[in-house]
């Protein structure tokens, strides 16, 4: 709901008048304190003052406040409460005291502190204003509507409490009775923002043609008014007439003047909202907006990387890729902007440049997390030297990093088996188990590669059984064991394994197929290996034409 007052928790106490009794040197003293942030010593020296002058209280109230600042809110409400106490006629101490009730989450008390404010201050508007708020907040519209008419009779009719009063109207389902008040002070005072809230009312109520009408109205006197332009741009939309709605929206792009956030905000709306069908179908106009908006703010990061979002979700890779190597290009120092474009590479299969620009990200920011897309692309690449080089540096650079060392050792492994070296492999193996014995992704590769070769089947089907265990549902450590199971001759243990794992992804496995078919051959359900083995096959032929 929209406000038109000041948050409570946004009011500065601190430069508030000090009451006629701080003439104390001592208070001052404690007061300069609090005011220049010195708040751990006012708040000993005001403790102090409260034992010496229990009476005094404008040291209730610092000591209040002091508290607070230390969100010390019980010790807060407590020396609230008796300055308070010595002087329920000062405004400032009750306005504390109800404050300190809001920000303890008890607003139901913190409204009736308020309530007993309009009583006794009536003519202070601020206090009207405030209770207003926690009306709205508490979805007391009843009250809130009565503390508008005091807030309008201290006021008198304005453009802030006739919105006010039709959001109250909208929170409580009565919208058309908040729309015929706007409609009433229109006649009176014609404003952009009442204007364009009526064709805000009028579009949800599907409208079109009086919803058009009020938004041109509100540009009649402002043609510059945003709220205006996208409300007519919208009934532009609804009604279908695209070029229409892309002449409306073309100032609002194209200027300066607006924030490039509006506009990512908007543009990324339409990307997630709009029928691709009408993305595609009125693209030049989307296109067009959206270059507009990005040569109005050609440095804006966010809002670039919202064009480049725009190109990708409509099916443009390599021209959001420019967008998103704009952004890493013009933000060298943004991690963020870096990474961004790292991954747009590994989305497109860009290898090579991936690659690339990981080992100069890693340089850059010294984070790890671009070795690893290095070593992606090193491995899609078949590079397996290269992952070697980058494992054995962070071996050296980090010898007691575990969690490094790990995952170095673990990558290192894979390497060497993917080169042939199989002693390199199991060496580096072994050591990634030492660090931790329960490695999943060690133990799998380990157990499989081991099962392949036919040997040590024991030992592989502990290290496997371990995955299984630690991951019932990885239909890869499935395969793995249910694959050792039928080495060790227990083809009939094997078929649940390999069944759970085509639950879980194992049919997009041809590997995984080919293992189960071969297990069903072996129990003598040939006709149902034959499936599984036609469905790999037409995996394998599916891969080769990508």
């Known amino acids: 709901m929209k406000r038109i007052l000041v948050s409570l928790a946004l009011v500065c106490l601190c430069a508030l008048p000090v009451p006629a009794q701080e003439t104390d040197a001592n208070l001052v003293d404690a007061v300069t304190l609090y005011t220049n942030g010195r708040n751990k010593q006012a708040r000993q020296l005001l403790h102090t003052l409260s034992i010496a002058q229990p009476g005094n209280d404008a040291v209730w109230y610092y000591l209040a406040l002091s508290a607070m600042r230390d969100a010390d809110l019980e010790a807060a409400t407590q020396a609230s409460e008796k300055a308070v106490a010595l002087d329920s006629t000062n405004y400032w101490y009750r306005r504390l005291q109800a404050r300190l009730q809001i920000l303890q989450n008890k607003p139901l008390k913190g409204i009736e502190l308020y309530e007993s404010m309009v009583k006794d201050f009536p003519d202070n508007e601020g206090t009207h204003y405030d209770l207003l708020d926690l009306y709205l907040q508490n979805q007391q519209y009843e009250k809130a509507l009565t503390a508008l008419d005091e807030v309008e009779k201290q006021r008198g009719l304005s453009e802030e409490v006739i919105r006010t009063r039709y959001d109250v109207y909208t929170a409580m389902g009565q919208q058309d009775q908040g729309a015929a008040l706007l409609e009433q002070f229109n006649e009176q005072y014609s404003v952009p923002s009442v204007l364009s809230m009526l064709g805000d009312y009028y579009l949800s109520d599907y409208k079109d043609s009086l919803a058009l009408s009020r938004y041109e109205e509100a540009l009649s006197l402002d043609s510059s008014y945003i709220p205006a332009i996208l409300g007519k741009s919208e009934v532009y939309r609804h009604m279908r007439r695209y070029p229409d709605y892309f002449k409306t929206l073309e100032p609002f792009f194209s200027s300066e003047d607006v924030q490039a956030q509006s506009k990512s905000m908007y543009l990324g709306n339409l990307t997630r909202s709009l029928d691709p069908k009408i993305l595609q179908i009125h693209r030049a106009g989307f296109d067009s907006l959206a270059l507009k908006a990005a040569a109005a703010h050609p440095t804006d990061s ?130 990634a188990l030492k660090i931790d014995p329960n490695y999943a992704p060690v133990l799998n590769n380990y ?27 990885n239909a890869t450590y499935l395969d793995t064991f249910a694959w050792i199971l039928h080495l060790m001759g227990k083809d009939l243990e094997a078929k649940p394994f390999f069944k759970h794992a085509m639950l879980y992804g194992g049919k997009e496995s041809a590997v995984i197929l080919r293992h189960y078919a071969t297990v069903l051959e072996a129990l003598g359900e040939a006709d149902t290996a034959q499936v599984y083995r036609s469905q790999a096959q037409r995996l394998d032929e599916a891969g080769k034409k990508q």
């Not at 997390?369 to 071996?395: P, R």
């Not at 040997?455 to 592989?460: G, Q, R, V, W």
Request: net charge negative; glycine share 6%.
């Open 302 to 431: 966010t809002l670039i990387s919202t064009v480049g979002t725009y190109y990708y979700s409509t099916g443009r890779e390599e021209e959001a890729g420019k967008w998103f190597q704009r952004n890493a290009l013009l933000y060298p120092g943004s991690l963020q902007h870096t990474a961004t474009y790292i991954q747009y590479l590994q989305l497109q299969g860009k290898w090579e440049e991936m690659r690339e620009q990981s080992m100069k990200a890693y340089e850059r920011f010294d984070e790890l997390a671009f070795l690893d897309y290095a070593n992606l692309g090193s491995y899609n690449l078949e590079d397996y030297d290269a992952i070697v080089t980058t494992s054995k540096m962070l071996l050296a650079r980090y010898p007691k990093d575990n969690k490094i060392c790990l995952n170095a050792w673990s990558q290192l492994g894979d390497a060497y088996h993917s080169l042939g070296d199989l002693k390199g492999a199991y060496k580096a193996y072994k050591n």
């Open 447 to 473: 157990a499989y590669y081991l099962s392949l070769e036919g040997k040590e089947l024991k030992k592989a089907y502990a290290m496997s059984k371990k995955t299984v265990e630690q991951e019932p549902d």
